[in-house]
């Protein structure tokens, strides 16, 4: 697959990958490479690694504890404390090995370290492929609210190697589909139709075409001003329900993509009823997203603490809460108010 030019970096495909991440660390003559994994990573996808990483420079890995729960700024303190005990500098670069949580965090503690130091993007989970790796976007969560701190800062590069996927569940794969699927939904509607079809599909493929929709969309709005907020379909609603299943006692958490399918079918019923997208298509989006994810049943008494979850969405203005809505498949209204009625009518259809 041919290499992809972001904002100010190449995304790279399998062995190319390596070959120019070894020329980017012999040009820029770094003092020290920090490899940033968590256990599961570090066990599954280090060894498939480090053969392939070219260097006389001192490797040194940080190893953090895996989940959405650890992405927060006790966890960068640790990081960032880690690398002064190991001598990091100004020319260190940082490497981060793994899914959403390490790209973010990683990202968003090179980029404060010293006031910035390299890093590279290595996703190993399909959906930190698709989304996480590209766009620029680092950060944390804050307590259970998602993506509260962060900043805009572009890798040096980003490698994408389909090999690591080999390391993950099948229900990591199904949570990276679910953005596979809104780059169907807003952008183009031919990959909703192959996932919805599913006749001889190839990861490589749908990944290489989600990396090209979400780079198209970002170096036209680098910092989600207008076109951007696109990406943000089914992600209102479906941050509100992962943060209050993550910090509910009771219940299992959902993973990101599990939470963002479920916004996609409220998002969707929202849609029909204040913008008119045709509901045929609203039945489409709910039946591919119950053909992949398990069901999960929002309990009315649940609804109130969703909603005020909603209240904190980083992409609020004065208080009020900004949905991306659709006229039809790859059309769009961003910043659109939703009555909380038809926010808790959007749930009941997705129950029923």
């Given at each position: ?47 498939k690694f480090i053969p392939n990483l070219k260097t006389d ?204 399918a479920i916004g996609m079918v409220c998002e ?85």
């Amino acid at each position: 697959m041919k290499s992809i030019k972001a904002v100010s970096y190449p995304v790279h495909f399998q062995e190319k990958g390596y070959e120019e991440l070894s020329n980017l660390i012999s040009n820029k003559n770094y003092s020290t490479l920090f490899i940033l994994a968590d256990e599961n990573t570090f066990e599954c996808c280090y060894p498939k690694f480090i053969p392939n990483l070219k260097t006389d420079i001192r490797i040194e890995v940080i190893e953090i504890e895996s989940g959405e729960i650890n992405k927060n700024l006790e966890t960068c303190a640790g990081v960032w404390n880690a690398i002064t005990e190991l001598g990091g500098d100004r020319k260190s670069l940082v490497i981060t090995l793994g899914g959403g949580v390490i790209t973010d965090l990683g990202g968003f503690v090179a980029s404060c370290y010293k006031r910035g130091i390299d890093f590279v993007n290595i996703p190993t989970t399909l959906l930190s492929m698709v989304d996480a790796s590209v766009g620029g976007k680092t950060g944390v969560d804050l307590g259970v609210l998602k993506n509260q701190i962060g900043l805009f800062a572009n890798p040096e590069m980003v490698i994408v190697d389909t090999n690591y996927l080999e390391t993950v569940t099948e229900r990591e794969i199904k949570s990276g589909t679910a953005e596979i699927i809104k780059y169907g939904i807003t952008y183009d509607s031919k990959l909703f139709y192959e996932i919805k079809n599913n006749k001889g599909l190839d990861i490589k493929d749908l990944i290489f075409r989600s990396i090209e929709i979400k780079n198209e969309v970002v170096l036209q709005d680098p910092k989600e001003q207008n076109l951007r907020k696109i990406l943000n379909f089914g992600h209102t609603l479906g941050h509100a329900i992962e943060s209050f299943y993550l910090e509910s006692e009771d219940k299992e958490n959902l993973t990101h993509g599990e939470a963002i399918a479920i916004g996609m079918v409220c998002e969707s019923y929202i849609s029909e009823k204040l913008l008119g997208f045709p509901t045929e298509k609203v039945l489409e989006v709910k039946d591919v997203v119950l053909s992949i994810y398990d069901k999960i049943d929002l309990l009315k008494e649940d609804f109130s603490a969703i909603l005020e979850l909603l209240k904190h969405d980083k992409k609020n203005v004065n208080g009020q809460v900004n949905f991306v809505l659709l006229n039809d498949f790859e059309d769009y209204k961003i910043d659109c108010k939703v009555p909380v009625d038809l926010i808790i009518e959007s749930m009941e259809f997705y129950n029923n």
